[in-house]
C-alpha cells in the first residue's frame, strides 16, 4: 500500500485516526519537549497539532509518510512558540541551523530512541527505577539518593549497575534493528 494511500485512509477514518494518535502521542510530545522544555506546554503544543491534522484532513496533499508530516509539524509549531514567546535566545544558532535541516528520510531517531529508553526505565524493578530516576531525573549523587531513600550508598551502585544492565539488555534490540536498517538501506 503506498504511502499516500496510506496517509488518506488514516486521515479518513476516524477509528485509523485514533489508533495513530496513540501509537505516535508520545513520540511527538518528546519531539515538542526538545524544544519547549515544559511538559503542559509541549502537551498543549501536540494535541493542537492533531486537531489541526483532523480538521484539515480534506485539505492536507502529504507527500512524505503522515508520521514524519506530523513530526515536522510539531517541531515547527515548537519553533513557533519559542518565536512567539521570545525565547528564541536560549537555542544557539549551530543546533537550530543542524535541526531545521528537513530530511525526509529522517525518522526522528533521537525522539525514538528517547521513548525506546523512557519505557526501558519504566520496565525497571521499582526500587532499581527510583533509584535511577533520582540519579538522571533529580541529578542526585549516590550519597544524597543513599540518605534520601535511607540505604547504603553501596546498594545505591549496586541498583544503578542492575538498571544500567537491563537497560542496555532492552536497548539491544533497537539498536541491532537500527543497525539493521541502516545497513539494508545503503545497500541499495
Same mark, same amino acid.
Not at 510530545?29 to 519547549?36: D, F, G, Q
Not at 511538559?39 to 493542537?48: G, L
Not at 533509584?131 to 550519597?143: D, G, M
Given at each position: 500500500?503506498?504511502?499516500? $494511500?496510506?496517509? =488518506?485512509?488514516?486521515? *479518513?477514518?476516524?477509528?485509523?485516526?485514533?489508533? $495513530?494518535? =496513540?501509537?505516535?502521542?508520545?513520540?511527538?510530545?518528546?519531539? @515538542?519537549?526538545?524544544?519547549?522544555?515544559?511538559? &503542559?506546554?509541549?502537551? #498543549?503544543?501536540?494535541?493542537?497539532?492533531?486537531?489541526?491534522?483532523?480538521?484539515?484532513?480534506?485539505?492536507?496533499?502529504? &507527500? +512524505? *509518510?503522515?508520521?514524519?508530516?506530523?513530526?515536522?509539524?510539531? =517541531?515547527?509549531?515548537?519553533?513557533?512558540?519559542?518565536?512567539?514567546?521570545?525565547?528564541?535566545?536560549?537555542?544557539?544558532?549551530?543546533?537550530?541551523?543542524? #535541526?531545521?535541516?528537513?530530511?525526509?528520510?529522517?525518522?526522528?531517531?533521537?525522539?525514538?530512541? @528517547?521513548?525506546?529508553?523512557?519505557?526501558?526505565?519504566?520496565?525497571?524493578?521499582?526500587?532499581?527505577?527510583?533509584?535511577?530516576?533520582? @540519579?538522571?531525573?533529580?541529578?542526585?549523587?549516590?550519597?544524597?539518593?543513599?540518605?534520601?531513600?535511607?540505604?547504603?550508598?553501596?546498594?545505591? =551502585? +549496586? &541498583?544503578?549497575?542492575?538498571?544500567?544492565?537491563?537497560?542496555?539488555?532492552?536497548? *539491544?534490540?533497537?539498536?541491532?534493528?537500527? $543497525?539493521?536498517?541502516?545497513?539494508?538501506?545503503?545497500?541499495?
Amino acid at each position: 500500500m503506498g504511502v499516500l $494511500f496510506q496517509n =488518506k485512509l488514516t486521515l *479518513s477514518d476516524a477509528s485509523l485516526f485514533e489508533e $495513530f494518535f =496513540k501509537k505516535n502521542y508520545q513520540l511527538c510530545c518528546l519531539v @515538542a519537549l526538545r524544544y519547549v522544555k515544559s511538559e &503542559q506546554i509541549a502537551d #498543549d503544543i501536540v494535541q493542537e497539532a492533531f486537531v489541526t491534522l483532523w480538521q484539515k484532513r480534506h485539505e492536507l496533499r502529504i &507527500q +512524505t *509518510s503522515l508520521k514524519n508530516y506530523l513530526l515536522n509539524m510539531v =517541531k515547527n509549531r515548537s519553533l513557533n512558540y519559542l518565536r512567539d514567546e521570545t525565547q528564541m535566545d536560549e537555542i544557539t544558532e549551530s543546533s537550530l541551523s543542524s #535541526d531545521l535541516i528537513d530530511d525526509p528520510n529522517d525518522n526522528f531517531s533521537q525522539e525514538e530512541l @528517547a521513548l525506546h529508553i523512557a519505557k526501558a526505565i519504566d520496565e525497571l524493578p521499582s526500587q532499581c527505577k527510583k533509584v535511577f530516576q533520582l @540519579a538522571y531525573h533529580e541529578r542526585l549523587t549516590y550519597n544524597e539518593i543513599a540518605s534520601t531513600l535511607n540505604l547504603s550508598r553501596n546498594t545505591i =551502585k +549496586t &541498583q544503578m549497575g542492575i538498571a544500567y544492565k537491563m537497560i542496555r539488555f532492552k536497548l *539491544s534490540d533497537y539498536f541491532l534493528n537500527l $543497525f539493521s536498517f541502516s545497513f539494508f538501506r545503503t545497500k541499495k
